[in-house]
């Protein structure tokens, strides 16, 4: 079992700035995948951006050149800058972990933390 812990999220100003954070609850070099999934009332779960443990980051194209994903493996934890931010991205913030145990995946989500875009 990994717990995932959000923070950071909160009420910012269009062409604001956030930084999210996602504590896990075990070294993060077991995790093959962290990423960052929102969600907005009546819509699916998107990806943001996912941070592999090996290999590159990728981002949605919302994400592209306003958005930045990083791991610290000294605190266990994944960040999501969040840059120049626009009202569309109001919504609630996931942190999602990917292990592989044997042959099976395993994800895991963390609660979410609310990000709202308004003046």
Not at 26 to 50: C, D, H, S
Not at 76 to 105: H, I, S, W
Request: glycine content about 8%; charged content about 20%; overall charge positive.
């Amino acid at each position: 079992q990994v717990q995932l812990v959000e923070s950071g999220g909160g009420l910012v100003q269009p062409g604001g700035s956030l930084r999210l954070s996602c504590a896990a609850s075990t070294n993060i070099f077991r995790l093959n995948v962290m990423a960052w999934y929102r969600q907005t009332p009546g819509k699916q779960r998107e990806l943001v951006a996912a941070h592999p443990r090996v290999g590159s980051r990728h981002y949605a194209d919302f994400a592209k050149g306003r958005f930045t994903i990083s791991r610290d493996t000294a605190k266990n934890a994944v960040y999501l800058q969040m840059d120049n931010l626009k009202p569309e991205d109001t919504a609630v913030y996931y942190c999602k972990a990917e292990m592989v145990v044997d042959t099976t995946t395993e994800n895991y989500w963390g609660q979410g933390t609310q990000v709202t875009v308004s003046s």
